[in-house]
C-alpha cells in the first residue's frame, strides 16, 4: 500500500501559462516539491521564473529578491466559511520579511501572507492580493523604488519609508483597491515622496498619516488624523467619518465629511481583528446596499463606488490569486501497487 498525493500534481496541471520556468516550494513533510526553503528557490531560480509557495501549516522564512520573479501562494482567510469555497487545502503560505533588492525590478508577489515587514527597495514591484504586515519604501542607502504597486491587499500595521543617507526616492507609487488598518509615516523624507492612495478602505479608528505630495481619491477614512499635512496632499471623492476641523482635510473636490461609520458597509461593527459573527475579515468590508459610498467616486469622469471593492479593480475576497484554485477534491486515501486507473473528483475556479 502506498498513499497517493495527487492534489498538487493535478493543481498545478491546470494552472495559467507562466514566462520562464515554474518552482514549487512545500515545507510539509511528506509531499515532495522542489525546494522546501524560498532561498533555495530563489537561488535556483533564473530571472522571469515563477514559485509558487503552497500552503503549510509551518511558516517560511523571507529572504532576499535580487532578480525579477512572480512568487504566488494560495490566498488568505482560506478558512474562513463566509468567504465560501476558496481553495481545498485551507492552509496560507506564511511567509517573514521579503527584501526586494536591486535586480528585481518588475517582482511581483501574490496571495502570500506576509506576517512581517516587506522593504520595497527597487523599482516597479508589484504586491498583490497579499496580507502584508508592514510596506516600507525603501530601506537603506541610496534607494530607488519608484512605480511600486501596492494592490487588493490587507494592509495591516504601517506604510513607511525609511532610508538612510544618499539618495532616495520613492515616487509615482500606487497604492490601490486596499483594506488598511495601517498608519502612513513619511516623515523621514516628504519631499521625495509621492503616492497615489485610490479606492482604499482606512479602517482603523483615529490613525495618523504623516505625508505630502500624496493623492487621496475614492477612499473611505475612519477618523483619520492628517495634523499639519493635511493642506499638502490632494484629496477628492473621499468618504470621511470625522469632521474638516479633526482631520485637516480641506472641503471640497466632492469630499463627504461626518458620514456614520456605521452606515458604511455590510456589519455596522467591522472590526479587521475580529470581525462579527457572520463577516469574514475581508467581506465584511463590502459596501452595505444604501451605503453613502455608493456612486461617491470618480475615475477619469466615470462614476464609481468608493472603498476597496470599488473601480476597475476591486479587491479580491480571500486574496485569491489569479490562477486556478481547486476548492472540492475528492481522491482514494490510498491505492493498491498496480492499480492502473483512480476515480479523482475536482471542483476548480478561477479568480
Known sequence: MKK??????????????ADGK????????????DFTTISDAVS????????YIEGSATSYTGTTINKKLTIIGPGIY???????????????????????????????????????????????????????????????????????????????????????????????EMVYNNIISAGIDFSKNMANTSVYFINNDFVANANSYRCQNCVFQNNIFYNPFFSDYGSSNYFANNIITSSTDASKIATGNNNLFSVGWATIFATSTPNISTPPSGFS?????????SSPAIGAGSINGTTVDCGAFGGPAPYILSGMPNIPSIYALSVPAQVNNGTQTIDISLSAAAH
Not at 515554474?22 to 516539491?33: D, E, F, P, S, Y
Open 78 to 172: 482560506l478558512g474562513d466559511p463566509n468567504n465560501g469555497n476558496r481553495q481545498w487545502n485551507v492552509n496560507v503560505a506564511t511567509v517573514g520579511h521579503f527584501v526586494f533588492a536591486p535586480g528585481s525590478t518588475g517582482s511581483k508577489c501574490a496571495g502570500l501572507y506576509m506576517n512581517s515587514y516587506q522593504y520595497l527597495n527597487e523599482q516597479k514591484i508589484t504586491i498583490e492580493r497579499c496580507f502584508v504586515e508592514q510596506i516600507v519604501f525603501a530601506n537603506g542607502n541610496n534607494i530607488n523604488c519608484d512605480h511600486d504597486t501596492i494592490r487588493q491587499c490587507v494592509i495591516y500595521s504601517a506604510i513607511v519609508c525609511q532610508p538612510n543617507t544618499g539618495t532616495f526616492s520613492a515616487q509615482g
Open 22 to 33: 515554474v518552482w514549487r516550494v512545500n515545507n510539509t513533510i511528506g509531499l515532495q516539491a
Open 281 to 289: 475579515h475581508d467581506g465584511q468590508f463590502i459596501l452595505a446596499g
Open 4 to 17: 497517493l498525493y495527487v492534489l498538487l500534481v493535478v493543481l498545478f496541471a491546470l494552472i495559467f501559462h
Open 44 to 51: 535556483a531560480a533564473a530571472a522571469g521564473d515563477t514559485i
